[in-house]
């Protein structure tokens, strides 16, 4: 009988849904996170009604690569099948090429609680536990590696869309989201305005969709931002987007970032035989001006030489067809704490970006997804339309959720920096960060970086250590090899200085902008 009075609701919500549009929540963006959002909170038994201005699949050159810690995190929401039937490609870890050295390493190991397994021996590349047998023929557990997955976009959205597709709890629709609506007696958000295209004709007729809560993801390139946000995001550079057939660059299921005379260069795979290359340009580089080519140009004469020979033939045969690669901004927003405007929130990427580099996004927006479901679970918030409620629930997600995004957020956006070294302090201190890693001190670093770790104060610890490790590399080469070295300690002692200030400006402002 309790199971015929739920499916009877389920039902009812449905028929509202489709006829008067009303539902418990309205997600407008069938994205990543509006997706993970909608499937979380219909989970729950709330009613759902997503809206996605096109349903047609989307071919974006970024979003391509989920670290562990969002595959963990897809887990909890019950979507991991969606990285199934898309040709995805697990990936290890990190494979490092600065100028003719290298470094490689795997995402660690975890304990369970957060923290790397001191002295852990990993079984191989997986989820989860594996079991061996001892000489007894007892059954013993060993830790396996955590692993990433990257894929095809628009392929992994295309899953995602499905699964929200087949959920009792929720309806899609195809609609363009021109605006909100606004209660006549309250200044709340009651729902949407849209305007919806008729495939036979061509017209578009105004709709309106409502619901107690209305969350907005709609990209980064939000209509929506400007009203519920102070800030608008920082735009240093672009990723200019190349896919390579059958790349040869070892060792194969690793992410690898190339630096060297060229600005950064990503390379990881995205399917069986493809292999996505992003090739940072910063706004007005001169290698990059039309005199010198422009894009196309930079990336012949520049990036190409750059590259280990075996990955060139594929980067000049997809150059091959005389375009300007695709290009996606690189862009910065730190997260702005919300509940102020009743009845919407908006989150996703329109609510928080960081630096592509270390393929932090798609973690950071699974992750938020587990939270926020918790903060707004029917046992802790039973109606959507309380605003007070909703205020409380957001003040506690933008607290906790900073274990987490704080770290990706820094990482992505101080790496960069360092990575795209501009001056000769940027330089020291890359090279101590490729020092670090050559050392072995990669355990922690790459799993803060695969969103596995959730302590904002070890990032503070490793990077100023980079910081002492780069000061002590430079003074090595300002002071080491001959009887001159010691009448230029006085520099070595003013360099470290300004290495030690320049990293504090790296990394305070942006620790700073996530923590406040």
Request: glycine share 10%.
């Amino acid at each position: 009988m309790a199971e015929f009075g739920v499916h009877s609701r389920a039902a009812r919500n449905a028929e509202r849904r489709a006829k008067y549009h009303e539902a418990d929540v309205v997600v407008v963006g069938a994205g990543i996170f509006g997706c993970a959002i909608a499937y979380a909170l219909a989970n729950q038994g709330r009613s759902v009604i997503l809206l996605e201005r096109s349903m047609k699949e989307p071919d974006r050159i970024v979003g391509e690569l989920l670290q562990p810690g969002g595959v963990a995190a897809l887990r909890k929401l019950g979507l991991e099948r969606c990285l199934e039937g898309i040709d995805a490609v697990a990936c290890y870890g990190y494979h490092v090429l600065f100028h003719k050295n290298e470094v490689v390493f795997p995402y660690p190991v975890m304990d369970g609680e957060g923290g790397v397994l001191k002295g852990g021996k990993a079984n191989g590349h997986a989820n989860g536990n594996a079991g061996r047998t001892n000489g007894e023929g007892q059954k013993v557990m060993q830790r396996r590696r955590p692993e990433g997955r990257s894929f095809h976009h628009g392929r992994f959205i295309g899953q995602l869309r499905r699964a929200c597709g087949g959920h009792a709890n929720i309806s899609i629709f195809e609609t363009e989201v021109t605006n909100t609506i606004t209660s006549e007696y309250t200044d709340e958000i009651v729902g949407v305005q849209t305007q919806t295209k008729n495939e036979a004709t061509g017209e578009k007729t105004p709709d309106c969709f409502f619901g107690q809560l209305t969350i907005i993801a709609d990209g980064y390139a939000s209509k929506f931002r400007k009203d519920y946000l102070p800030r608008a995001p920082v735009v240093r550079s672009k990723f200019y987007a190349l896919e390579l057939t059958d790349c040869p660059f070892p060792p194969q299921g690793y992410g690898h970032v190339v630096i060297g005379k060229a600005m950064p260069v990503l390379l990881y795979q995205i399917g069986t035989h493809e292999t996505r290359a992003l090739i940072d340009v910063p706004a007005n580089l001169p290698a990059a001006s039309v005199a010198n080519g422009g894009v196309r140009g930079y990336i012949q004469n520049v990036v190409v030489p750059a590259l280990p020979e075996g990955v060139r033939p594929s980067v000049l045969a997809a150059l091959a067809d005389g375009r300007i690669p695709r290009s996606m901004p690189n862009s910065y927003l730190p997260p702005t704490r919300q509940g102020r405007h009743a009845g919407v929130i908006l989150l996703g990427d329109a609510f928080n970006m960081r630096h592509p580099l270390t393929g932090g996004g798609m973690t950071v927006a699974f992750n938020d997804a587990v939270l926020l479901a918790e903060l707004l679970h029917p046992d802790r918030v039973p109606d959507l339309g309380r605003s007070a409620a909703i205020r409380d629930a957001m003040d506690e997600f933008y607290s906790r959720r900073k274990s987490l995004t704080s770290i990706i957020n820094v990482l992505a956006q101080a790496l960069y920096s360092l990575f795209a070294a501009e001056n000769r302090q940027l330089r020291a201190l890359q090279a101590g960060c490729f020092r670090y890693f050559e050392m072995g001190i990669t355990d922690e670093p790459v799993a803060m970086l695969g969103g596995m770790m959730r302590r904002p104060l070890t990032l503070a610890y490793h990077f100023f250590s980079v910081a002492f490790v780069a000061i002590w590399v430079n003074a090595m080469e300002r002071c080491g090899g001959s009887l001159l070295g010691v009448w230029k300690a006085p520099l070595a002692v003013v360099d470290a200085v300004l290495i030690l200030w320049t990293a504090s400006v790296v990394f305070l402002p942006t620790c700073w902008n996530e923590l406040k």
